[in-house]
Nanobody
Framework: QVQLAESGGGLVQAGGSLRLSCAASGYIFRIKAMGWYRQAPGKQRELVATITSDGMTNYTDSVKGRFTISRDNAKNTVYLQMMSLKPEDTALYYC???????????????WGQGTQVTVSS
């Protein structure tokens, strides 16, 4: 019903930058919050940043001042600009969206497949 396609991951040196993108497609009526989560090997998935439909943002403490989340509602796309990357930012980054579909008009959480971010020291 709804697909999330992430892009922009890769390998970068410490101090470098990356920009992640996630585009939602399918039978979308409305998207509420969108966000990014990450999971490092051997660790639980954790919230990185979220953004509401009217632009209110929330960040986990470890990325405040370095990461910026934004969205383009017309394109159903959310972005994560990551700067001053550290080796501890290495993880599989997942996109998440709360989507109300045009099929059932119910709101559910949808997840992307993940994009790998690796920061070398």
């Amino acid at each position: 019903q709804v697909q999330l396609a992430e892009s922009g991951g890769g390998l970068v040196q410490a101090g470098g930058s990356l920009r992640l993108s996630c585009a939602a497609s399918g039978y979308i009526f409305r998207i509420k919050a969108m966000g990014w989560y990450r999971q490092a090997p051997g660790k639980q998935r954790e919230l990185v940043a979220t953004i509401t439909s009217d632009g209110m943002t929330n960040y986990t403490d470890s990325v405040k001042g370095r990461f910026t989340i934004s969205r383009d509602n017309a394109k159903n796309t959310v972005y994560l600009q990551m700067m001053s990357l550290k080796p501890e930012d290495t993880a599989l980054y997942y996109c998440n969206a709360e989507v109300t579909t045009r099929l059932s008009y119910r709101t559910n959480d949808y997840w992307g497949q993940g994009t790998q971010v690796t920061v070398s020291s």
